[in-house]
């Protein structure tokens, strides 16, 4: 990645924008999902569930995303 100047912040906040993507370009953002859900993957089991408290909710979330 070149470095790149800028005289002002608007100019550098311009430059973080690609309004017009090729396919290299959705290319690298697969590889960077990609990466992501190697790195630290998320499993959550399909479906909606219900439950009959907010606590009984949140117990559910964290037996599914301990911390670590």
Known sequence: MPIEK??????A?????????DAEYYRKIA???NLGQK???RHSPKG????R????A???????HPVE
């Open 53 to 56: 408290s907010v606590s009984e």
């Open 58 to 64: 949140d117990k559910s979330w964290r037996r599914l």
């Open 39 to 41: 790195l630290c993957p």
């Open 48 to 51: 909606v569930f219900k439950y």
């Open 6 to 11: 800028f005289k002002s912040f608007k100019a």
């Open 13 to 21: 906040r311009q430059a973080l924008w690609c309004f017009e993507p």
């Open 31 to 33: 590889q960077h999902f």
